[in-house]
């Protein structure tokens, strides 16, 4: 555990989570009372215009900076307790994520449209896919030490709902009533 104990990872997380929503609000406020949008507008919107713009890349840098160095600990951390080539894997995609995002906020929508959709695609992708395998990498961890509330957590939360029968509830997920997988 002196992993966990060298890295204050869930601080880490808020900062990075609170800086950049305040981040985007203070960028959404601007354009607003400036006209440079509207009520509802696409987040890529407020990288087009000054004064907005300047606040855009640097919040973006700053929040890709800290997705991307996030990955460290968080690798050491779930090889320490889990182990394998999936911790390492996540780790990969969360880093790719993390360039995505610096790289949305480099090259706005009107500047050079292929690499702005290319770094969206890493940013929400790479998040995506490392998010997918964490899922899994902590299902297996928690899946030693607590099976039953794993499978019932994991389920019901990431794949569907869980039949009502007692015995399809430490076995079979299913959605819409219909089974989806047995774990």
Same mark, same amino acid.
């Given at each position: ?11 880490? #997380? ?5 800086? &950049?929503?305040?981040?985007? %609000?203070? *960028?959404?406020?601007?354009a607003?009372?400036?006209? @440079? ?27 890709g ?5 996030m990955?460290?600990?968080i690798?050491?951390?779930l090889?320490k ?11 990969i #995609? ?5 360039? &995505?995002?610096?790289?949305? %906020?480099? *090259? ?7 690499? @702005?959709?290319?770094?969206a ?21 928690d899946?030693?030490?607590?099976p ?18 007692a015995?399809?509830?430490s076995?079979?997920v ?6 989806l997988?047995?774990?």
């Amino acid at each position: 555990m002196a992993v966990v104990n060298s890295y204050p990872v869930y601080r880490l #997380f808020d900062f990075f989570m609170l800086t &950049g929503t305040l981040g985007l %609000g203070v *960028c959404y406020a601007i354009a607003r009372y400036l006209g @440079h949008v509207g009520t509802f507008c696409d987040i890529s919107s407020l990288v087009v215009q000054l004064p907005e713009r300047i606040i855009f890349r640097m919040n973006f840098s700053l929040v890709g900076s800290l997705l991307a160095a996030m990955a460290f600990p968080i690798h050491n951390m779930l090889q320490k307790r889990v182990g394998g080539w999936a911790p390492t894997f996540a780790a990969i #995609f969360q880093c790719l994520s993390g360039l &995505g995002v610096i790289l949305v %906020g480099a *090259c706005g929508p009107s500047e050079i449209i292929e690499v @702005h959709l290319l770094a969206a695609f890493l940013g929400f992708g790479g998040s995506a896919f490392a998010q997918i395998i964490y899922n899994f990498v902590f299902f297996s961890e928690d899946k030693q030490t607590q099976p039953d509330s794993a499978k019932r957590i994991f389920a019901d939360f990431y794949v569907g709902s869980l039949d009502d029968d007692a015995e399809a509830k430490s076995s079979t997920v299913v959605h819409m009533g219909v089974p989806l997988l047995s774990l």
